[in-house]
């Protein structure tokens, strides 16, 4: 059981086995939801996920045309998990809230179109210049 959490502990996810994926994304959206110029997921399965709080939820339009659903604390602000409309059953995660070092390495990297020109993502990894499906 890996448990991630907001700044201030209000709002939790408590995840049971390993994600189906990591990956980091360098969209603008991911930009400025993170305050940092990309974002590292961890997608489960939802029904591998526990939540624990009560979240404010902004939506927005994907470059897919579909809803990403960002749940985040209305105490603190982290934007904590998503549901993504293009991967129905799926939460994503920021790996970050789970404040563990040794945390799975991304497996992918999306939007590397938007990414600055400074950041380098691990060897081998594919990478995508816009979402995985579009390429």
């Keep these: ?3 991630a959490e ?3 502990g209000n709002l939790r996810v408590r995840v049971e086995g390993d994600p ?3 990956l ?3 969209c603008t959206a991911c930009q400025r939801r993170t305050g940092s110029v990309f974002g590292v997921s961890a997608f489960f399965k939802e029904s591998q996920a526990e939540i624990e709080g009560t979240p404010k939820v902004y939506a927005r339009t994907g470059d897919s045309g579909g809803a990403i659903r960002v749940h985040f604390c209305p105490e603190c602000g ?3 998990y998503w549901l993504p409309d293009l991967a129905p059953g799926m ?3 920021a790996v970050g809230c789970f404040l563990d070092p040794g945390f799975a ?3 992918l990297a999306a939007y590397t179109r938007s990414r600055h020109h400074w ?7 594919p990478h995508f210049e816009t979402a995985r499906s579009n390429t």
């Design 78 to 80: 982290t934007s904590l």
């Design 6 to 8: 907001c700044s201030c």
């Design 105 to 107: 390495a991304p497996q």
């Design 1 to 3: 059981m890996k448990t």
């Design 91 to 93: 939460i994503g995660v």
């Design 119 to 125: 950041v380098r993502f691990p060897d081998g990894i």
């Design 20 to 22: 189906a994926m990591v």
């Design 24 to 26: 980091t994304c360098s």
